[in-house]
């Protein structure tokens, strides 16, 4: 079933806009006696039937609401910015592996440096990267993203998260060890990980996630590239915790 998302909250009646409307309709070819799955802004998602196409936005019809699952976690993926494909490949991976929030953050050694202009123009890339992934993947809500926080905000603002970074000079704990104490722990709902740029973080970045409460990990007995220890490391995370 095609899944899409609006802009616009959900109703009995709803009309998709003139661009969803045509990729739905004549680049992807959708027959119209099939129903199709719609996210609104208000994260309800519901089955409609499409009745119509009136100046290019087509006009759908409620056929019933989807009750989504609940998630037993909130995945949180704090990501130091990457050059060009790099990064837009990490945001399309995490999406589909069902992360929760991504945060972009500025770190020391990062390749990549956006200043305020640029850093939003490329949001609305990065933004349309994720809605692709979301909808080829068939999850009902879109992750959030979030530019423009510091490393130290972010912890600060995650202060509740159980917080992670992988570090390739950790040798004494593994991500594996660590999360196996998640199951036991009913308090922890949110688990967030930190992945560092290119050059890795510098030591300093690594102890003030580390005096935040945040555990330092291995991924392994390889040192990974950055794009690489993000996704592996959402996917460990997927199945220690079964999810």
């Known amino acids: ?19 969803v409307t045509h990729h739905v ?12 799955t719609v996210t609104g802004s208000d994260n309800r998602c519901g089955m409609y039937q499409i009745t119509d196409e009136i100046d290019g936005k087509a006009q759908a019809k409620l ?9 037993s976690y909130r995945i949180i ?46 949001v609305n890339r990065w933004e349309k990267i994720m809605l692709e992934a979301a909808q080829q993947c068939g999850r009902n809500q879109l992750p959030t993203l979030v530019v423009g926080k510091t490393l130290i905000q972010v912890l600060d ?22 999360l196996k104490t998640v199951h036991s722990d009913e308090s922890i709902t949110d ?17 003030a996630i ?16 950055a794009e690489t220890a993000a996704i592996g490391s959402l996917a460990m995370i997927q199945y220690e915790l079964e999810l």
Not at 1 to 19: A, V
Not at 25 to 36: A, D, G, M, Q, S
Not at 92 to 112: G, S
Not at 211 to 225: C, D
């Open 1 to 19: 079933m095609k899944k899409i998302f609006i802009p616009t909250p959900l109703d009995e009646i709803i009309e998709l806009p003139i661009d």
């Open 25 to 36: 309709l004549h680049v992807f070819r959708h027959n119209i006696e099939k129903p199709i």
């Open 63 to 71: 056929i019933e609401y989807i009750a989504g699952a609940a998630a």
């Open 77 to 122: 993926l704090v990501q130091s910015i990457l050059k060009g494909e790099k990064l837009e490949w990490v945001l399309q991976k995490a999406t589909e592996l069902n992360v929760d929030t991504i945060y972009l953050v500025p770190t020391a050694n990062c390749v990549a440096k956006y200043d305020e202009k640029k850093l939003q123009s490329k």
């Open 157 to 178: 603002i995650e202060s509740e998260a159980l917080k992670l970074v992988a570090y390739e000079n950790e040798d004494g704990h593994t991500i594996k060890n660590l």
């Open 191 to 207: 688990i967030l990980i930190c992945i560092g740029p290119e050059g890795g973080y510098q030591e300093k970045e690594i102890n």
């Open 210 to 225: 580390i005096e935040s409460g945040g555990k330092s990990v291995s991924l392994g007995n390889t040192i990974l590239r």
